[in-house]
Structure formats: C-alpha cells, structure tokens
C-alpha cells in the first residue's frame, strides 16, 4: 500500500494538476500511478513533465533514454521504475529481452549504448564524481558534450522518480518486475 497518497483518477486530483494528467493520459493512453500520486504537488508533477519533455527532445534516442532508464532503476533498487521501464522498452522502445536484462546489469548489447549505460552507472556510483576516464570513454563512444549532459539529466530523472516511488512505495501498475538488489 502507498505511503503518498495516489488520486484514484485525475478529477480526484488537484484542479492544478488536472490538466497535466490529463495531457499524460492523451499521451500514454492510460495515467499510470506514478503520475497521479506525484500530482500531489502541481509543483512537482509540472517540474518532472517539463524536465522529462524536454529531454525527449535531445539528442539521444528513446531506446538509449529507456537503457539508461533501466540501468538506474535497477541500480536504485526501484522495482516500480524497472517495471515501468521494462514494460516501456519492451513495448515502446523495441528493445529484445536481452538487451533489457543487459540494461540492468549496466551494459548493452550494442556498444555505443553500453558507453552511455556504463557512464550513467559511474555518475550513479561515484555521485557525479566521475575520473577522466569516464569522460574519455564516452566521448571515444561516440557522444559529444550535449550528450553527456544529457545523460547526467536522465540519470537524475531517473533518480528522481526512483526516489520518489520508494518513498511512497507507489502501487506498481505495470507486469511486475522486481530489482535484483539495490547499490
């Protein structure tokens, strides 16, 4: 059971974040718990939907976005964000079984978005505090400044909602996946 409160549909939000949901539920289809029981705060729902849309518009793909998604639910210990995000790479970013379990343990199949994946689980590990050679092997990925940049937001998205579903221990609302251990 929630810890937060979770408003059983949009209109038993606040009027603040009724229209915000309902521009979710227009997008996904559905307006998933996390969602509802961050709205809350209209406050907060808005920062996460601005900060989370305008990463979407950057530079890297949905499928990298998804593997970084996985890596740090994972490493988080968030069993709703690695449902969430199993359920969405799966079936939204086209990434195969293995590649998602590969996600998990901080890799990938595909070895430019394993350089993003492992550099987003040595900003988790060292808490921003990465060596040269962390940077050195991103950029010999592949990725240029902005994309590093970008990581390091996703990274702290990710973390974010990570945070918050453990701490309100949000009924997960996806097939359920639980994380192996957390860091």
Request: glycine share 8%; net charge neutral.
């Amino acid at each position: 059971m929630t810890r937060i409160a979770t408003p059983a549909n949009v209109a038993a939000a606040p009027a603040a974040s009724r229209p915000l949901l309902e521009t979710v539920g227009k997008q996904l289809g559905v307006v998933p718990n996390l969602f509802r029981m961050v709205a809350n705060s209209p406050a907060a729902l808005e920062g996460y939907l601005g900060l989370s849309g305008a990463l979407a518009k950057g530079s890297l793909p949905a499928p990298t976005r998804e593997r970084i998604a996985l890596a740090v639910a994972e490493y988080n210990g968030c069993d709703y964000c690695l449902s969430a995000h199993s359920y969405l790479g799966l079936h939204l970013a086209r990434l195969e079984p293995a590649e998602i379990a590969a996600n998990r343990a901080g890799g990938s199949l595909d070895a430019k978005a394993g350089a993003a994946v492992g550099f987003a689980i040595e900003v988790l590990r060292h808490r921003g505090h990465v060596g040269d050679a962390a940077i050195a092997a991103v950029r010999a990925a592949g990725y240029d400044d902005a994309q590093i940049v970008e990581i390091v937001q996703h990274v702290a998205l990710n973390t974010w909602t990570n945070y918050i579903n453990s701490v309100a221990q949000t009924v997960i609302d996806f097939p359920v996946v639980h994380a192996r251990q957390a860091a």
